[in-house]
């Protein structure tokens, strides 16, 4: 092999679409081919949006609606379950994100290493994946019970008094974000053995070489190189953490009383309690601090990534 | 309000026999000239069967009437499964639904038939009169039963123990020592049903109202708030004492409902504050054991006011899109749900937790100690309208309160305040004056 071939493989494997715009083309298409899919995205997105800043601004029963400026955006900062919301939703966020980043690199060294039924471990791995997260929040819930569970009758044989899980308040939002890391933690641990595959053998036998050990080479070799697959991973679960809505609400409704509330479930709540202008307003919040926290996490990365 | 939907929840719990709701009264379209209408209702099981009982009744005396039913989620989904068809025109010929503050939500004079003048409407409880009213008309006709809020209690314990039904706040804790003291838990809570939380507050209200008539009125106009008005404060206090002192039962936190039911009924917990519409469901939760169960209001400080908080039954109402022989068939069906037939239908399906909002309707002789406890109370007219019935206003996050100061997460004196912010939420969204 020359020494070329790895360069090129890095370089592919730094490739973004921010790096090299295509040139503006002229389309292929005229101009009423593109009437059919605009007409779809005006009428099923673009105007429901608009109508969602719309009735963010108003007081509305779905019988009628009273304008009130930005009051809701008022009311809905105000809200003392607000604050904790908030508080609980970056936890949240970032103990599910920072988990699936370590334990979904640890699954994929060993997944993509020389292991006895690979494929099969691999498939089980993914698994919970493709369960419903409302039943796996359900058969949580049961297994969680605090006497009943059959995760504290196993830690009672072994001597250890188990927490109450959902119904302790110091533990029901971290139960609850343990079993959404171990739902998606096999999606974290696909984009990784992705990542560490396209890492040409030649740069771990060139390491070798040198005398590098097992950790030298995870470290200086596999981290840096599957770099790409950790930014995916960061920035797919932090978006899913911040607005997870349905695990939470199968498991705790946001309870004990409101322990584990994030911002979905606080929005939910003011739906179902007939809130409907003041819910638009919080999704609306939702929706900018989604984007305030990733885009700049994105733009942080590519940068970093793109250091020629 | 969710207590007030949680009505049907709590009957429920029953009958895990689901019929589904396609399978009902469907006979066939063929049997010309009849009028077909729809009958909307919430799909817990027990009140299907009941849905299911009061049709067959109806049809049997009204034959040229094929009545269908029509099933929708129990509790705030359901709620916003009929606002969304009403306000798109869909909703059923005739359907059943909240009264009390949650009817307004519905802007009554716009969206349903006024029936005023009807005979029926003479034989209902004046309360339950006033609770399927707005301004000067009457909407709707009662489903089910009235029941009262209190404590269940187990009545074997009590004579084991030589107690007394508690009349005084004091009298009801000293209760609870001794039977601390005998190694039961004196009371039962069920903090993974979040609504069942509540009672301790909503069921005291006939104290408060005992000694402030004007409370309800001045709470509609922002003049009187829970936080400050002491009477009001004392459940908020009550949940907090009963928790400092280690009066729960150790699961309080996991329990749910029916396990709460049933420990006051085999006699694992004294008491039990819940509302008798959970009487149909002792006997699923602890058979057998329904006469081991008696019933007594929430005590307050003066022995002399005692007396329960009752709750109004949801209503049955016809939208105005219902027009022409389906509006006649639709009222006939409305009628006979107000009538000592339907009484009878309602009582023959599920027992009843309470008495009827019709005068001529009777109980029957067989219904549960719990419910004769509560008839009781409402024949010597010692009771009073739960306060979501008689003002607009009940803040969508009581039950989550409740539970923080019922667990010890938060004091009583900030989970009063904090509800008396969400009371305003709800009086904003309401656009009621004074807020």
Redesign the interface.
Same mark, same amino acid.
């Given at each position: 092999m020359t020494a070329i071939a790895p360069a090129e493989t890095a370089s592919r494997l730094e490739d973004q679409p921010g790096s090299d715009r295509p040139k503006a083309q002229k389309s292929p298409y005229p101009y009423w081919f593109l009437v059919p899919g605009g007409l779809i995205f005006t009428i099923f997105f673009l105007v429901p949006s608009v109508m969602a800043f719309y009735f963010s601004l108003t007081?509305w @029963?779905? %019988?009628d609606q009273?304008f009130i400026g930005l009051d809701n955006y008022v $009311?809905f900062f105000r809200e &003392?379950?607000l604050a904790s919301g908030l508080w609980h939703t970056i936890v949240y966020a970032a103990v599910t994100s920072g988990l699936k980043v370590v334990l979904g690199m640890a699954l994929a060294v060993l997944l993509t290493g020389p292991i006895l039924g690979r494929g099969f471990m691999r498939s089980v791995a993914f698994f919970p994946v493709l369960v419903s997260t409302i039943g796996v929040g359900l058969t949580f819930q049961v297994l969680m019970? &605090? @006497?009943k569970g059959v995760i504290n009758q196993a830690l009672d044989l072994i001597g250890i008094t188990g927490p109450?899980w959902?119904?302790? &308040?110091d533990w029901a939002l971290l139960s609850v974000a343990l079993v959404d890391v171990w739902q998606g933690v096999g999606l974290a641990t696909v984009i990784y053995m992705a990542g560490i595959l396209s890492i040409p053998g030649e740069y771990f036998e060139a390491a070798k070489m040198d005398g590098a050990g097992p950790w030298h080479r995870f470290r200086h070799v596999t981290l840096p190189l599957a770099k790409p697959a950790t930014v995916s991973v960061i920035i797919l679960s932090l978006i899913g953490g911040m607005r997870k809505f349905d695990l939470i609400w199968a498991m705790t409704? /946001? #309870? &004990? #009383? %409101?322990?584990s509330d994030v911002m979905a479930s606080v929005v939910y709540?003011q739906? $179902?309690? /007939? %809130?409907y202008g003041?819910s638009t307003a919080g999704n609306v919040v939702l929706f900018l601090l989604v984007i305030g926290i990733v885009l700049p996490l994105f733009w942080f990365f590519n940068r970093k990534e793109d250091p020629r | 309000m969710r207590l007030v939907t949680a009505l049907a929840a709590g009957t429920l719990s029953l009958a895990l026999s689901a019929c589904s709701a396609g399978s009902l009264g469907s006979s066939d379209d063929e049997g010309g000239g009849k009028t077909e209408i729809t009958f909307l209702t919430n799909n817990d099981p027990s009140n299907v069967k009941v849905a299911e009982a009061v049709i067959a009744a109806f049809e049997a005396k009204n034959t040229d009437v094929d009545v269908k039913l029509d099933t929708r989620p129990q509790g705030s989904e359901g709620d916003n499964l009929v606002k969304t068809r009403l306000a798109t025109g869909d909703v059923a010929d005739v359907f059943e639904y909240n009264s009390g503050s949650l009817l307004q939500a519905l802007a009554p004079q716009t969206n349903l038939t006024p029936v005023t003048g009807e005979a029926w409407v003479g034989d209902l409880d004046p309360t339950f009169k006033q609770v399927v009213s707005a301004g000067a008309d009457v909407y709707g006709s009662p489903w089910g039963a009235i029941v009262g809020g209190g404590v269940f209690y187990n009545k074997p314990l009590y004579t084991r123990l030589g107690l007394q039904v508690p009349k005084t706040w004091a009298a009801f804790m000293a209760n609870n020592a001794k039977i601390k003291a005998a190694g039961v838990a004196p009371v039962e809570q069920t903090y993974s049903e979040t609504w069942t939380s509540q009672i301790l507050v909503l069921a005291d209200f006939h104290n408060v109202s005992a000694a402030q008539p004007d409370f309800a009125e001045k709470y509609t106009n922002n003049q009187a708030k829970f936080a400050t008005t002491p009477q009001a404060l004392a459940g908020f206090q009550h949940l907090e004492e009963l928790k400092k002192a280690g009066y729960w039962n150790d699961d309080y936190a996991s329990a749910k409902y029916n396990e709460g039911l049933n420990a006051v009924a085999v006699g694992t917990a004294g008491h039990y504050p819940m509302i008798t519409f959970g009487v149909p469901a002792l006997d699923t939760a602890a058979p057998g054991k329904v006469n081991d169960v008696g019933f007594f209001a929430l005590p307050g400080d003066d022995a002399s006011r005692n007396g329960v908080t009752l709750w109004e039954p949801s209503g049955i109402y016809i939208p105005k899109s219902t027009e022409g022989g389906e509006l006649t068939a639709a009222k006939r069906f409305q009628a006979f749900i107000a009538s000592p037939e339907g009484c009878a239908a309602n009582a023959s399906a599920a027992p009843v937790g309470g008495p009827f909002a019709v005068k001529t309707c009777t109980l029957p002789d067989t219904v549960a100690p719990a419910v004769k406890d509560l008839s009781a109370y409402v024949d010597a007219g010692a009771a009073s309208p739960a306060l979501e019935f008689l003002s607009p206003i009940k803040g969508p996050a009581l039950e989550q309160i409740t539970v923080e100061v019922g667990s010890g997460i938060r004091s009583a004196a900030d989970g009063a305040k904090l509800y008396d912010e969400d009371v305003k939420k709800q009086a904003q969204q309401l656009g009621i004056k004074g807020w």
């Open positions: 007081r @029963t779905l %019988f009273e $009311q &003392p379950a019970h &605090p @006497t109450a959902l119904v302790d &308040p409704k /946001g #309870g &004990p #009383g %409101f322990t709540k739906y $179902q309690a /007939g %809130f003041l | -």
